[in-house]
């Protein structure tokens, strides 16, 4: 397991918890579960964000998603390209080679979501890494794919990320570690491909939040939360969120942070963590 966040008596006053405020975006495929998908939109506005992101967005029409987006008067900070036959145990294609055309497929669909609710963000995942293949011919094969991607993105204004994710929750994925995401984004050579630091996953594959976040700035175009062991919400974990979301405010980062949790009861109830920054916002 990686190590906990440092301590907030660390850092200075000004960087402390309500000197800033991160901009928080929940994630309705993990939270509000309690309500039928479309319905989580409402719920999430109601109860104070401003932003929604989501994992999949192609079990719904573009249209169908834009108007219940445009009814809550919400952002849409991100969402993931269709990651081929989940059924099948696609868990994305980009790394795969002989399957690119699959890949630019999803891409071109994830445009016409990307246009319609106005998302700015599209996360891509690597996939599965196949047995039977080189890890040099995977990542030339991911950062090829990447590379067109971003291309076929840059006249909608749109950026590519990609998110290291751990092994113990999704075994054999490509893509797992920070440096290699680093060195697959520079080799891409594009300004719109960017890392996506998703704080539960960086926690279970290498910890050293705080210095990953410094580190990794550059690079970086979205974040997201959560708190090992369980996926659950701050307060319920292994990480004390307070240096985290202070760093994030001294970092100058000016994107959403996704809440990409699962909720140890109703959402609702997990949201005290929010309470501040909610005041705050209003």
Same mark, same amino acid.
């Given at each position: 397991?990686g190590?906990?966040?440092?301590?907030?008596?660390?850092?200075?006053?000004?960087?402390?918890?309500?000197?800033?405020?991160?901009?928080?975006? @929940?994630?309705?495929? $993990?939270?509000?579960? #309690?309500?039928?998908?479309?319905?989580?939109?409402? +719920? &999430?506005? !109601? *109860?104070?964000?401003?932003?929604?992101?989501?994992?999949?967005?192609?079990?719904?029409?573009?249209?169908t998603?834009?108007?219940?987006?445009?009814?809550?008067?919400?952002?849409?900070?991100?969402?993931?390209?269709?990651?081929?036959?989940?059924?099948?145990?696609?868990?994305?294609?980009?790394?795969?080679?002989?399957?690119?055309a699959?890949?630019?497929?999803?891409?071109?669909?994830?445009?016409?979501?990307?246009?319609a609710?106005?998302?700015?963000?599209?996360?891509?995942?690597?996939?599965?890494?196949?047995? @039977?293949e080189?890890? $040099?011919?995977?990542? #030339?094969?991911?950062?090829?794919?990447?590379?067109? +991607? &971003?291309? !076929? *993105?840059?006249?909608?204004g749109?950026?590519?990320?990609?998110?290291?994710?751990?092994?113990?929750?999704?075994?054999?994925?490509?893509?797992?570690?920070?440096?290699?995401?680093?060195?697959?984004?520079?080799?891409?050579?594009?300004d719109?491909?960017?890392?996506?630091?998703?704080?539960?996953?960086?926690?279970?594959?290498?910890?050293?939040?705080v210095q990953?976040?410094?580190?990794?700035?550059?690079?970086?175009?979205?974040?997201?939360?959560?708190?090992?062991?369980?996926?659950?919400?701050?307060?319920?974990g292994?990480?004390?969120?307070?240096?985290?979301?202070?760093?994030?405010?001294?970092?100058?980062?000016a994107?959403?942070?996704?809440?990409?949790?699962?909720?140890?009861?109703?959402?609702?109830?997990?949201?005290?963590?929010?309470?501040?920054?909610?005041?705050?916002?209003?």
């Open positions: 397991m190590r906990r966040a440092d301590e907030t008596d660390t850092l200075p006053a000004a960087a402390r918890i309500g000197a800033a405020m991160p901009r928080f975006s @929940a994630n309705i495929s $993990t939270l509000f579960q #309690e309500h039928p998908f479309l319905d989580r939109f409402g +719920a &999430a506005r !109601a *109860a104070g964000f401003e932003a929604v992101e989501c994992q999949f967005v192609d079990d719904y029409a573009p249209e998603l834009k108007a219940v987006q445009r009814e809550n008067g919400l952002a849409f900070s991100v969402f993931s390209i269709p990651p081929g036959d989940l059924a099948a145990g696609d868990r994305g294609l980009a790394c795969q080679p002989g399957r690119e699959e890949f630019e497929a999803t891409v071109e669909t994830a445009l016409r979501y990307a246009e609710l106005d998302c700015q963000m599209m996360h891509c995942l690597a996939g599965l890494a196949p047995a @039977a080189s890890m $040099t011919r995977l990542v #030339e094969t991911l950062t090829g794919n990447v590379r067109r +991607a &971003a291309e !076929a *993105a840059k006249p909608a749109a950026t590519i990320l990609l998110e290291p994710k751990n092994n113990r929750d999704m075994p054999g994925y490509m893509l797992a570690d920070y440096d290699l995401a680093r060195r697959v984004i520079e080799a891409a050579g594009l719109n491909v960017r890392l996506m630091f998703d704080v539960y996953h960086r926690q279970v594959i290498h910890g050293d939040l990953a976040l410094r580190d990794f700035r550059d690079i970086t175009g979205h974040i997201q939360i959560a708190n090992p062991p369980d996926r659950r919400e701050p307060g319920q292994e990480i004390d969120f307070r240096p985290v979301f202070a760093e994030i405010d001294a970092s100058g980062y994107g959403w942070v996704g809440c990409e949790y699962i909720p140890t009861g109703a959402t609702a109830d997990s949201l005290g963590w929010f309470e501040d920054y909610r005041q705050r916002a209003g």
